[in-house]
């Protein structure tokens, strides 16, 4: 009788923790954002929070790619963004690049 109550909470344990579990929407149910930035096409939301995998040599390379001169004093923030300071067409600018690849000026 003892293994059955046990074998029974057991089962009743497992069957409520499958309920309690949220249920989390993707991050894009549309679909209409690339994972991944190219130089013709960016997330509209950019610059965007998450783990940055580029190193610091590679976020100033892509800056540069996309345009921008002078990277300086880049530093990576606690939502995964490099922040810096750079110029186009002769203007100084703040700017981002997020994980995706996203470059954004502000």
């Given amino acids: 009788m003892k293994k059955l109550l046990i074998a029974t909470a057991a089962i009743a344990f497992s069957a409520t923790s499958v309920f309690a579990q949220e249920t989390k929407s993707a991050a894009n149910p549309d679909g209409d954002t690339p994972a991944v930035a190219t130089p013709s096409e960016q ?19 892509r800056i540069t790619e996309a ?40």
Avoid: H, I
């Avoid at 004093?73 to 100084?92: N, P, S």
């Fill in 67 to 106: 345009g921008y001169a002078d990277v300086t004093e880049l530093k990576l923030d606690d939502k995964g963004v490099w922040q810096g300071k750079a110029t186009r067409d002769g203007k100084a600018v703040v700017v981002s690049l997020d994980y995706q690849g996203n470059v954004v000026a502000k």
């Fill in 43 to 61: 997330n509209a939301t950019a610059p965007v929070e998450g783990a940055n995998s580029f190193t610091e040599d590679q976020a100033k390379e």
